[in-house]
T-cell receptor, first 115, second 114 residues
Framework: EPEVTQTPSHQVTQMGQEVILRCVPI?????FYWYRQILGQKVEFLVS????????KSEIFDDQFSVERPDGSNFTLKIRSTKLEDSAMYFC?????????????FGEGSRLTVL | GNSVTQMEGPVTLSEEAFLTINCTYT??????LFWYVQYPGEGLQLLLK?????DKGSNKGFEATYRKETTSFHLEKGSVQVSDSAVYFC?????????????FGQGTTLQVKP
């Protein structure tokens, strides 16, 4: 069964460092997303991406964050200068379509720890 | 925007017990409703969904009925197994457009003991 894969599964970084989280969405999907879950809190939407541009982003997704689909298969989330509060589990997701009933397929997540 | 409230956990049950996890929502219109499950060490998986009022989603013995009169989408299973131990999330789209921006409940941890 096709799946969304994410790397790394866990990354530890120092505050102020740049981090890139990578995702390989399901191959025929067109819509891509990043969500995050701070420990003990809700899963929160960060950004959606379609047709090589951001289609929607949350207030969390400030100038420190960027997304890219560099080669038609990978979908990356970059945090330019990490802060302690960026420590969270980051989930990538993809979907074949939007609209009623459209299902999001999630990866297993990348745990980011900022020290 | 839409919102969702989920019963707090953890919920601890013995094997073969009946499970209910409550979920209520507020929404503009009648959006699709979802239950996602996160098994230990894994990502979020869609467990079931309902796309319109009175629909019943079902999968792996779990069921949830979309009830617009009570704005609820409670998750039920008649006989839980140890392998059902996981975190369960109720979710719905943020707005009326079903854009893939989902709003999640806070998650309910289920622990099933043998």
């Amino acid at each position: 069964e096709p799946e969304v894969t994410q790397t790394p599964s866990h990354q530890v970084t120092q505050m102020g460092q740049e981090v890139i989280l990578r995702c390989v969405p399901i191959s025929n999907h067109l819509y891509f997303y990043w969500y995050r879950q701070i420990l003990g809190q809700k899963v929160e939407f960060l950004v959606s991406f379609y047709n090589n541009e951001i289609s929607e982003k949350s207030e969390i997704f400030d100038d420190q964050f960027s997304v890219e689909r560099p080669d038609g298969s990978n979908f990356t989330l970059k945090i330019r200068s990490t802060k302690l509060e960026d420590s969270a589990m980051y989930f990538c997701a993809s979907s074949a379509r939007q609209g009623r009933g459209g299902e999001l397929f999630f990866g297993e997540g990348s745990r980011l720890t900022v020290l | 925007g839409n919102s969702v409230t989920q019963m707090e956990g953890p919920v601890t049950l013995s094997e073969e017990a009946f499970l209910t996890i409550n979920c209520t929502y507020t929404a503009t219109g009648y959006p699709s409703l979802f239950w996602y499950v996160q098994y230990p060490g894994e990502g979020l998986q869609l467990l079931l969904k309902a796309t319109k009022a009175d629909d019943k989603g079902s999968n792996k013995g779990f069921e949830a009925t979309y009830r617009k009169e009570t704005t609820s989408f409670h998750l039920e299973k008649g006989s839980v197994q140890v392998s059902d131990s996981a975190v369960y999330f109720c979710a719905l789209p943020h707005g009326s457009g079903n854009t893939g921006k989902l709003i999640f409940g806070q998650g309910t941890t289920l622990q099933v003991k043998p």
